[in-house]
Protein backbone atom coordinates (compact mmCIF):
# COMPACT_ATOMS: atom_id res chain seq x y z
CA UNK A 1 0.00 0.00 0.00
CA UNK A 2 1.39 3.39 -1.21
CA UNK A 3 0.24 6.29 1.04
CA UNK A 4 1.78 8.63 -0.61
CA UNK A 5 -0.67 8.02 -3.55
CA UNK A 6 -3.75 7.48 -1.72
CA UNK A 7 -5.37 10.99 -2.66
CA UNK A 8 -3.44 11.44 -5.52
CA UNK A 9 -5.46 12.68 -8.66
CA UNK A 10 -2.54 14.02 -10.85
CA UNK A 11 -3.46 14.40 -14.68
CA UNK A 12 -7.26 13.70 -14.52
CA UNK A 13 -9.80 15.49 -16.61
CA UNK A 14 -12.67 16.89 -14.85
CA UNK A 15 -16.00 18.92 -15.26
CA UNK A 16 -17.00 21.10 -12.57
CA UNK A 17 -20.68 23.38 -13.99
CA UNK A 18 -20.74 26.39 -11.58
CA UNK A 19 -17.67 26.66 -11.58
CA UNK A 20 -17.08 30.22 -11.71
CA UNK A 21 -18.59 30.87 -7.71
CA UNK A 22 -19.09 29.51 -4.36
CA UNK A 23 -18.27 25.74 -3.89
CA UNK A 24 -17.81 25.49 -7.61
CA UNK A 25 -14.53 27.35 -7.32
CA UNK A 26 -13.82 25.81 -4.09
CA UNK A 27 -13.93 22.49 -6.38
CA UNK A 28 -12.09 24.03 -9.19
CA UNK A 29 -9.07 25.42 -6.77
CA UNK A 30 -8.65 21.91 -5.12
CA UNK A 31 -8.33 20.19 -8.77
CA UNK A 32 -6.13 22.18 -10.47
CA UNK A 33 -3.85 22.13 -7.10
CA UNK A 34 -3.54 18.50 -6.97
CA UNK A 35 -2.83 19.06 -10.98
CA UNK A 36 -6.18 18.22 -12.92
CA UNK A 37 -7.13 19.37 -15.88
CA UNK A 38 -10.40 21.40 -15.23
CA UNK A 39 -13.21 22.50 -17.53
CA UNK A 40 -15.41 25.18 -15.88
CA UNK A 41 -18.98 26.14 -17.51
CA UNK A 42 -21.90 28.26 -16.55
CA UNK A 43 -23.90 30.80 -17.95
CA UNK A 44 -21.58 33.98 -17.05
CA UNK A 45 -18.70 32.81 -19.12
CA UNK A 46 -16.71 36.30 -17.64
CA UNK A 47 -17.02 34.85 -14.14
CA UNK A 48 -15.25 31.38 -15.39
CA UNK A 49 -12.55 33.01 -17.52
CA UNK A 50 -11.39 35.31 -13.88
CA UNK A 51 -11.12 31.87 -12.18
CA UNK A 52 -9.32 30.46 -14.99
CA UNK A 53 -6.87 33.30 -14.61
CA UNK A 54 -6.26 33.59 -10.98
CA UNK A 55 -5.92 29.48 -11.14
CA UNK A 56 -4.15 28.92 -14.25
CA UNK A 57 -0.85 31.58 -12.09
CA UNK A 58 -1.29 29.05 -9.50
CA UNK A 59 -1.51 25.57 -10.76
CA UNK A 60 0.23 23.18 -11.23
CA UNK A 61 -3.01 21.70 -13.50
CA UNK A 62 -5.35 23.94 -15.90
CA UNK A 63 -8.46 25.49 -16.28
CA UNK A 64 -10.36 25.91 -19.19
CA UNK A 65 -13.74 28.31 -19.08
CA UNK A 66 -16.45 27.15 -21.28
CA UNK A 67 -19.94 29.03 -21.39
CA UNK A 68 -23.26 26.46 -21.05
CA UNK A 69 -27.14 27.43 -20.18
CA UNK A 70 -27.76 24.29 -18.24
CA UNK A 71 -31.68 25.41 -18.05
CA UNK A 72 -31.96 24.40 -21.28
CA UNK A 73 -31.89 20.82 -23.52
CA UNK A 74 -30.17 22.87 -26.01
CA UNK A 75 -27.73 24.04 -23.31
CA UNK A 76 -26.93 20.66 -22.21
CA UNK A 77 -26.55 19.71 -25.38
CA UNK A 78 -24.00 22.06 -26.18
CA UNK A 79 -21.85 21.85 -23.40
CA UNK A 80 -21.55 18.01 -23.68
CA UNK A 81 -20.55 18.46 -27.69
CA UNK A 82 -17.59 21.32 -26.55
CA UNK A 83 -16.12 18.58 -24.04
CA UNK A 84 -15.95 15.91 -26.66
CA UNK A 85 -14.46 18.48 -29.22
CA UNK A 86 -11.37 18.28 -26.64
CA UNK A 87 -11.60 15.22 -24.73
CA UNK A 88 -12.26 11.82 -25.48
CA UNK A 89 -12.43 10.50 -21.76
CA UNK A 90 -13.71 12.07 -18.49
CA UNK A 91 -12.92 11.11 -15.28
CA UNK A 92 -14.51 13.50 -13.02
CA UNK A 93 -18.06 15.08 -13.27
CA UNK A 94 -18.58 17.39 -10.56
CA UNK A 95 -22.90 18.72 -11.11
CA UNK A 96 -22.33 21.70 -8.64
CA UNK A 97 -24.49 24.48 -10.77
CA UNK A 98 -27.78 24.80 -9.32
CA UNK A 99 -29.92 27.89 -7.83
CA UNK A 100 -32.21 28.66 -5.10
CA UNK A 101 -35.88 30.87 -4.02
CA UNK A 102 -37.33 31.16 -1.07
CA UNK A 103 -40.35 33.00 -0.24
CA UNK A 104 -43.86 31.74 2.16
CA UNK A 105 -45.52 29.04 0.64
CA UNK A 106 -48.73 30.71 0.23
CA UNK A 107 -46.32 33.21 -1.87
CA UNK A 108 -44.89 30.73 -3.80
CA UNK A 109 -44.63 31.36 -7.75
CA UNK A 110 -45.06 27.92 -9.79
CA UNK A 111 -42.52 29.64 -12.33
CA UNK A 112 -39.84 29.18 -8.88
CA UNK A 113 -40.84 25.23 -8.44
CA UNK A 114 -40.20 25.11 -12.40
CA UNK A 115 -37.16 26.72 -13.06
CA UNK A 116 -35.28 25.24 -9.47
CA UNK A 117 -36.27 21.59 -10.34
CA UNK A 118 -35.08 22.17 -14.09
CA UNK A 119 -31.55 23.79 -13.53
CA UNK A 120 -31.01 21.62 -10.00
CA UNK A 121 -32.24 18.32 -11.21
CA UNK A 122 -33.05 17.95 -14.99
CA UNK A 123 -30.04 19.34 -16.18
CA UNK A 124 -27.98 17.55 -13.64
CA UNK A 125 -29.02 14.14 -15.01
CA UNK A 126 -29.23 15.02 -18.76
CA UNK A 127 -25.91 16.43 -18.71
CA UNK A 128 -24.39 13.41 -17.00
CA UNK A 129 -26.74 10.83 -19.12
CA UNK A 130 -24.96 13.11 -22.42
CA UNK A 131 -21.53 12.48 -20.80
CA UNK A 132 -21.62 8.87 -20.00
CA UNK A 133 -19.54 7.70 -23.16
CA UNK A 134 -16.84 9.28 -22.14
CA UNK A 135 -16.83 8.45 -18.24
CA UNK A 136 -17.10 4.59 -19.57
CA UNK A 137 -14.20 5.53 -21.21
CA UNK A 138 -12.08 6.77 -18.66
CA UNK A 139 -13.19 4.51 -15.76
CA UNK A 140 -11.53 0.80 -14.59
CA UNK A 141 -12.37 -1.32 -11.93
CA UNK A 142 -8.59 0.33 -10.35
CA UNK A 143 -9.54 3.76 -10.79
CA UNK A 144 -13.69 4.24 -11.27
CA UNK A 145 -14.66 7.65 -13.15
CA UNK A 146 -16.29 9.59 -10.57
CA UNK A 147 -19.89 11.62 -10.61
CA UNK A 148 -19.59 13.91 -7.89
CA UNK A 149 -23.40 15.61 -7.05
CA UNK A 150 -23.74 18.86 -5.52
CA UNK A 151 -26.55 18.15 -2.56
CA UNK A 152 -27.25 19.97 0.56
CA UNK A 153 -28.18 19.32 4.07
CA UNK A 154 -31.58 21.20 2.68
CA UNK A 155 -32.15 17.64 1.30
CA UNK A 156 -31.75 15.57 4.41
CA UNK A 157 -33.49 17.71 6.57
CA UNK A 158 -37.08 20.00 6.82
CA UNK A 159 -35.69 23.38 7.33
CA UNK A 160 -37.86 25.89 8.04
CA UNK A 161 -36.01 28.74 5.40
CA UNK A 162 -38.96 29.20 3.17
CA UNK A 163 -36.69 27.70 0.32
CA UNK A 164 -39.33 24.59 -0.80
CA UNK A 165 -38.08 24.19 -3.98
CA UNK A 166 -34.36 24.30 -3.31
CA UNK A 167 -34.82 21.68 -0.12
CA UNK A 168 -37.05 19.40 -2.71
CA UNK A 169 -34.86 19.34 -5.84
CA UNK A 170 -31.85 18.81 -3.20
CA UNK A 171 -33.82 15.44 -1.63
CA UNK A 172 -34.32 14.50 -5.46
CA UNK A 173 -30.43 14.89 -6.13
CA UNK A 174 -29.68 12.81 -3.31
CA UNK A 175 -32.37 9.89 -4.51
CA UNK A 176 -30.82 10.15 -7.74
CA UNK A 177 -27.77 9.58 -6.81
CA UNK A 178 -28.37 6.30 -5.36
CA UNK A 179 -30.30 5.08 -8.56
CA UNK A 180 -26.99 6.09 -10.15
CA UNK A 181 -24.59 4.41 -7.83
CA UNK A 182 -26.47 1.17 -8.24
CA UNK A 183 -26.82 0.94 -11.96
CA UNK A 184 -23.24 2.49 -13.15
CA UNK A 185 -21.12 0.35 -10.85
CA UNK A 186 -21.10 -2.28 -13.69
CA UNK A 187 -19.18 0.65 -16.09
CA UNK A 188 -16.99 1.42 -12.93
CA UNK A 189 -18.58 4.71 -12.04
CA UNK A 190 -18.75 5.79 -8.71
CA UNK A 191 -21.91 8.21 -8.25
CA UNK A 192 -21.55 10.23 -4.86
CA UNK A 193 -23.19 13.51 -3.39
CA UNK A 194 -21.48 16.11 -1.15
CA UNK A 195 -24.62 17.43 1.21
CA UNK A 196 -22.88 20.97 2.34
CA UNK A 197 -24.03 22.58 4.98
CA UNK A 198 -23.75 26.73 5.06
CA UNK A 199 -20.58 28.45 3.19
CA UNK A 200 -19.64 31.48 2.04
CA UNK A 201 -21.38 31.86 -1.42
CA UNK A 202 -23.28 34.02 -3.63
CA UNK A 203 -26.39 31.54 -2.76
CA UNK A 204 -25.61 32.03 1.15
CA UNK A 205 -24.54 36.02 0.76
CA UNK A 206 -27.80 36.77 2.67
CA UNK A 207 -26.31 34.79 5.70
CA UNK A 208 -22.65 34.66 5.34
CA UNK A 209 -22.40 38.87 4.15
CA UNK A 210 -24.89 39.80 7.41
CA UNK A 211 -22.84 39.90 11.08
CA UNK A 212 -25.88 39.19 13.20
CA UNK A 213 -27.27 36.16 10.72
CA UNK A 214 -24.01 34.57 10.70
CA UNK A 215 -23.47 34.23 14.46
CA UNK A 216 -26.65 32.97 14.67
CA UNK A 217 -25.95 30.46 11.97
CA UNK A 218 -22.64 30.20 13.63
CA UNK A 219 -24.17 29.39 16.86
CA UNK A 220 -26.47 26.31 15.65
CA UNK A 221 -23.72 24.58 14.26
CA UNK A 222 -22.32 21.94 17.00
CA UNK A 223 -18.07 23.07 15.33
CA UNK A 224 -19.58 26.45 16.11
CA UNK A 225 -18.04 28.00 12.26
CA UNK A 226 -19.20 28.14 8.34
CA UNK A 227 -17.46 25.70 5.96
CA UNK A 228 -14.28 26.89 4.07
CA UNK A 229 -12.34 25.81 0.61
CA UNK A 230 -10.33 23.22 2.53
CA UNK A 231 -13.62 21.47 4.21
CA UNK A 232 -14.92 20.86 0.22
CA UNK A 233 -11.17 20.63 -1.10
CA UNK A 234 -10.84 17.19 1.77
CA UNK A 235 -14.21 15.23 0.32
CA UNK A 236 -13.45 16.18 -3.21
CA UNK A 237 -9.99 15.00 -3.29
CA UNK A 238 -11.13 12.27 -1.25
CA UNK A 239 -13.99 11.00 -3.28
CA UNK A 240 -12.07 11.55 -6.66
CA UNK A 241 -8.73 9.46 -5.58
CA UNK A 242 -7.84 6.02 -4.76
CA UNK A 243 -8.76 6.73 -1.10
CA UNK A 244 -12.67 6.88 -2.76
CA UNK A 245 -12.68 4.47 -5.42
CA UNK A 246 -14.83 2.14 -2.98
CA UNK A 247 -17.24 4.60 -2.25
CA UNK A 248 -20.55 4.68 -4.12
CA UNK A 249 -23.84 5.82 -3.31
CA UNK A 250 -22.92 8.10 -0.49
CA UNK A 251 -24.92 10.78 0.65
CA UNK A 252 -21.89 12.88 2.84
CA UNK A 253 -22.57 15.08 5.21
CA UNK A 254 -20.09 18.60 5.23
CA UNK A 255 -21.63 20.46 7.31
CA UNK A 256 -20.10 21.13 10.95
CA UNK A 257 -22.49 18.48 12.23
CA UNK A 258 -26.17 20.23 11.42
CA UNK A 259 -27.37 16.99 10.30
CA UNK A 260 -26.80 15.36 13.56
CA UNK A 261 -28.83 18.24 15.35
CA UNK A 262 -32.19 17.16 16.70
Known sequence: MDISKLFDVTGKVALVTGGGSGIGTMATEALVRAGCKVYIASRRLASCEAVAAELNAIGPGQVIALQADLMTPT???TLAAALKEHED???ILVNNSGMAWGAPFEEFPRQKWDEVLTLNVTAMADLTR???PLLKKAGSAEDPARVINLGSIAGTRPL???AYSYGASKAAI???TRMLAAELGNDHITVNAIAPGPFPS???AHVTENETRRQAMEAYI???RLGQPEDIAGILLMLTSRAGSYITGGIIPVDG???ATP
Open 130 to 132: LLL
Open 160 to 162: TNM
Open 257 to 259: GMS
Open 202 to 204: RMM
Open 174 to 176: HHL
Open 89 to 91: HLN
Open 75 to 77: GTD
Open 222 to 224: PLH
